[in-house]
Structures are given as structure tokens and as C-alpha cells.
């Protein structure tokens, strides 16, 4: 297993691996950048192939969650929590706990919240450990809570952004739209865009998921093998990421990629295969950060419900900036994000930090 030498090593600040013997957690916890404020990100539970593919999963997205937290304009930098789901260590209450302590360990550095496989209740149990956790059982009215239903605004927002661009349309009704995982953002997306009078089609591996969509939105249930190449006007994907491919952008009928998942595109060549062809994408880090924006918001406890959905309606601005530039400068949408992320994170100044005093776990 390398770190310094992988590829998305792209000189992390810290890597730290933890593991607890009670419980069998085991697990890395990735600190790309705290340029910005301490590193926050979610916590993701997989089940991975190998210890490295745990590593190069949590560099990534906690470089993703560098370049999100930057353009969402929150005072925080990036860090993404993975844990190595193992069959002989099932998800329990004192797993969170014993994860809750590594995250305490870190001081502050580093904060966590929920990503795929993890829930509300298991941040609960993080939160008997440390006070670095957000995404707790929300209070109403207050900002914070699950943060899938925020991220799906975002993404039905961002979507919004999209169609105006590429359709020059206002509106979503009876537009085609087929979302990849309905999931807890899925299902929101799905909810929202129904609303809007946008026509679903649908895609998970847990069959239960999609018949949900069918009953509830109407929705036309595709294969998985298919929704992204499915004939509709957007594709959606909200499950895992590496799925936009080179190979899939030559079956591709929708002009719009506008979802949730965190690094959607599988290498950066094919953002720019996207824009040769005339598709739009929105990059995923842009579009998906309404659920940071609410926990970040719990985590700062200064806002109301109504603020994070004033901030989260701003992601459409966002991107018909990113939007704009990519036409003016005839370059990929990805590439353009990239950039101004670096250079809002290029423009801070590293603030001394206090030695910490923390120490706000429960004996
Ligand atoms: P989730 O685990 O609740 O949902 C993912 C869904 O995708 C599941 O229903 C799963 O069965 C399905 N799925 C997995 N593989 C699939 C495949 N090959 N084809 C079709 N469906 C498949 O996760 P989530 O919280 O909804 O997050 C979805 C994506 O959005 C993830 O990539 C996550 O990192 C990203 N994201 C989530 C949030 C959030 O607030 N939850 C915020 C930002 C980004």
C-alpha cells in the first residue's frame, strides 16, 4: 500500500489509520486541507477490497471535500473519515464510539458527519465520544440533521441551473430525468424533481428502493447496467462514484450530468470527453454541497433551517458561473471548478492555529 506515491495523495496535510481492538474498527481518516478551517467531511462505511483502496477512497474524497467546503464558501477544509466494514464487525453502537474516539484524538482537526452506510443514530453514538461530529437528530427550525434531504436541494437546485443552460428552459415539467441509486439522496432528488413535474426514471441494486419510486413518484423502473446510457434529458447519479466513464460517454443521450454522487467522473480526461461531445456536467463537488453547507451550519450553531436553505438555493449561482466560464474559456466544466476552488483555497491564509486545549470527550 502506498500514500505518499498514490496518485491522490496530492499532498494531504495528514493520513491517519485507526483501529480499535474491542470492536474490530478499523479504519483511515484523511485530512487533505485546513487552509480554510479544520477539515470536515462525512464518514463513509464500505465494505472495501483491499486496505489501499480504503486509503485512495478516503484521499479522494477528502480532497473532493477540500474543493466543496472552498466553493461553498464555509470556513473549513477537507477531510473525509472512511471505516473498513468487515463481516465479522458489524455496525454497532460501540464501533461508532470507538470511531467517535479516533475523531476526538485529532483535536478538533478533523470533524465528521454522516456519507454512504452511515445514519443519524450512528452519529449519535459518535457524539458520546467526541464534540467533533455533526449531522445529529435535528431540533426544528434549527440548521442540522440528516443531511441527505439538503443535498438533494442542492442537486434539484443544481439541476435547475443545468437545464437553463443547456435547454433554456425554466422549468422542469415533463422533463426526462433518470437517477442512479435512490438511496437517502436519491429518494429526496426523486421527491423534489416529481414535484417540479419532471418525468423519473429510476435505477438501484436494492430492488425495494425503486418499487418505492414507482408507487410513490410514478416512476419508470430501468436496470442498473443501463440508467446512466437510458434515453432521458438529465442522468442523476447518487450512488457511488468512478461511474462516468469514457466508455460511457459514447452511449450517452442525456445532455445534462447533474447528481449527487462524490466524484462522479473517473479520471479528469473525461470531463474533458464530456464537453467535446456538447454534455453538460455538473461538478459533483458543486452540486452536492447542500448537505455540508447544514451540518456545517450545526456544527457553527449560528443558523436557522430557512438560512441553509438561502445558502443551499445558491448552488444554482454557482454553477451557472462555473457554467458561463466553461463557454467563455470553451473548457470542461470539471476543470474550470477545479481551478477556482485551488485558487479560493490558494487566497486564504494559514492562520496559526492554538495549541488545543480540547479534551471534550466523556471519561
Ligand atoms: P445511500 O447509501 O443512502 O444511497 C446510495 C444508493 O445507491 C443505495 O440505495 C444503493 O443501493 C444504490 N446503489 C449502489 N450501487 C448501485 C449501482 N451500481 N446502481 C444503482 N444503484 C446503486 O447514499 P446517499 O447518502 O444517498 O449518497 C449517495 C451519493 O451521494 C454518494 O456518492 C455520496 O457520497 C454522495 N453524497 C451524499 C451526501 C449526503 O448528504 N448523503 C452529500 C454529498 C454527497
Known amino acids: 500500500m502506498t500514500v505518499f506515491s498514490n ?3 496530492d499532498d494531504h496535510e495528514a493520513v491517519q489509520m485507526f483501529c480499535d481492538r474491542e ?4 479504519g483511515v481518516i484523511a485530512i487533505h486541507s485546513s487552509y480554510l478551517g479544520p477539515g470536515f467531511g462525512g464518514c463513509r462505511y464500505w465494505r472495501y477490497g483491499s486496505e489501499s483502496e480504503a486509503v485512495e477512497d478516503a484521499l479522494r474524497l477528502s480532497q473532493g471535500m477540500s474543493y466543496k467546503n472552498a466553493l461553498a464558501g464555509i470556513p473549513f477544509g477537507g477531510g473525509k473519515a472512511v471505516i473498513m466494514a468487515d463481516r465479522n464487525t458489524p455496525k454497532s453502537p460501540a464501533l461508532f464510539e470507538a470511531f467517535g474516539r479516533a475523531v476526538d484524538r485529532l483535536c478538533g482537526d478533523y470533524i465528521t458527519a454522516e ?3 452511515v445514519s443519524v443514530q450512528d452519529m449519535e453514538a459518535v457524539a458520546r465520544t467526541t464534540r467533533h461530529v455533526s449531522g445529529l437528530a435535528s431540533k426544528g427550525g434549527v440548521a442540522g440533521g440528516d443531511p441527505s434531504p439538503k443535498t438533494a436541494m442542492g442537486v434539484f437546485h443544481g439541476i435547475g441551473a443545468a437545464v437553463a443552460r443547456a435547454f433554456g428552459r ?17 429518494y429526496y432528488l426523486c421527491s423534489f424533481l416529481a414535484d417540479a413535474g419532471a418525468r423519473l426514471t ?12 414507482a408507487d410513490e413518484f410514478g416512476a419508470t423502473i430501468e436496470s442498473t447496467d443501463n440508467i446512466l446510457a437510458a434515453d432521458v434529458d438529465v442522468v442523476a447519479p447518487c450512488a457511488l462514484g468512478g461511474v462516468i466513464t469514457a466508455d460511457l460517454v459514447g ?15 473517473a479520471d479528469a480526461t473525461v470531463g474533458d470527453l464530456l464537453r467535446q461531445n456538447r454534455i453538460l456536467y455538473a461538478p459533483d463537488y458543486v452540486i452536492n454541497s447542500g448537505g455540508i453547507v447544514s451540518v456545517a451550519a450545526e ?12 445558502n443551499v438555493a445558491l448552488i444554482a449561482d454557482r454553477l451557472t458561473e462555473i457554467f458561463a466560464k466553461a463557454d467563455k474559456a470553451d473548457r470542461p466544466t470539471a476543470r474550470i471548478a477545479d481551478e477556482m476552488a485551488r485558487e479560493a483555497i490558494n487566497r486564504s491564509e494559514i492562520m496559526p492555529r492554538p ?9
Open 7 to 9: 496518485q491522490a495523495f
Open 202 to 213: 429510476v435505477a438501484d441494486i436494492n430492488r425495494d428502493s425503486t418499487i418505492r419510486a
Open 115 to 117: 456519507d454512504v452506510g
Open 170 to 186: 425554466n422549468d422542469l415539467e415533463g422533463l426526462r430525468v433518470g437517477v442512479q441509486g435512490i438511496g437517502n439522496v436519491g
Open 355 to 363: 495549541m488545543s486545549t480540547d479534551s471534550a470527550v466523556a471519561n
Open 299 to 310: 456544527y457553527q450553531g449560528n443558523a436557522s433551517d430557512e438560512d441553509v436553505d438561502r
Open 23 to 26: 470492536t474490530g474498527l478499523r
Open 251 to 265: 452511449r450517452l443521450q442525456a445532455k445534462v450530468i447533474a447528481g449527487a454522487a462524490n466524484n462522479q467522473l
